[in-house]
């Protein structure tokens, strides 16, 4: 088994998702690490709000949707105004974060917000926390699909820290539209 951040990569991969936009960082190491096995092109931005916007050209530029690394705290404040933009013109964007564990958030730690799945859903469709592996797939493929199935508009997915560098099953083989 893979950790989870590799298996996530993956799954993007297999869904036809061939380029990432973000920032590595201490909190999300573990989405880069299978970026390259899983045959993904990087592009690296200044700033979140770089990678956003290109994020949203992207997807406007070829029909699929834009995929964003960001780390928690700063990472996902820094991508709203992007993010707000998208859901605005309709720009399929799918924001994958970190978030503190919750033992972890308790305790001060660097990065830490109070509501980060709330501030994202301000300006996206939906802003959900994968606990777990099977959730990430489940919430990869709500959002992909319902790209495809429903007026397009920015997704926020966050996993915890701790859960992404944990080992993970396969992903789910890609639904059929």
């Avoid at 573990?30 to 092109?41: C, K, N, S, T």
């Avoid at 920015?154 to 915890?160: E, I, K």
């Amino acid at each position: 088994m893979r950790p989870l951040g590799v298996e996530l990569a993956a799954m993007l991969a297999d869904r036809g998702v061939d380029t990432v936009f973000g920032i590595p960082g201490v909190h999300n190491i573990e989405l880069y690490r299978g970026i390259e096995q899983a045959g993904l092109r990087h592009v690296l931005p200044r700033h979140e709000q770089g990678a956003g916007f290109m994020a949203d050209g992207y997807a406007r530029a070829t029909g699929k949707p834009g995929v964003c690394f960001v780390i928690s705290g700063p990472g996902l404040t820094n991508i709203r105004t992007p993010m707000g933009q998208a859901y605005s013109d309709s720009v399929p964007m799918l924001v994958i974060s970190t978030c503190l564990d919750e033992t972890a958030a308790r305790r001060g730690q660097l990065h830490q917000m109070r509501d980060q799945e709330g501030a994202a859903r301000t300006v996206c469709d939906w802003s959900e926390t994968a606990r777990t592996p099977e959730a990430a797939f489940a919430l990869v493929d709500r959002a992909l699909v319902g790209f495809a199935l429903a007026r397009p508009r920015p997704c926020h997915l966050q996993v915890p820290i701790g859960v992404l560098g944990e080992p993970a099953p396969e992903p789910p083989a890609a639904q059929k539209i």
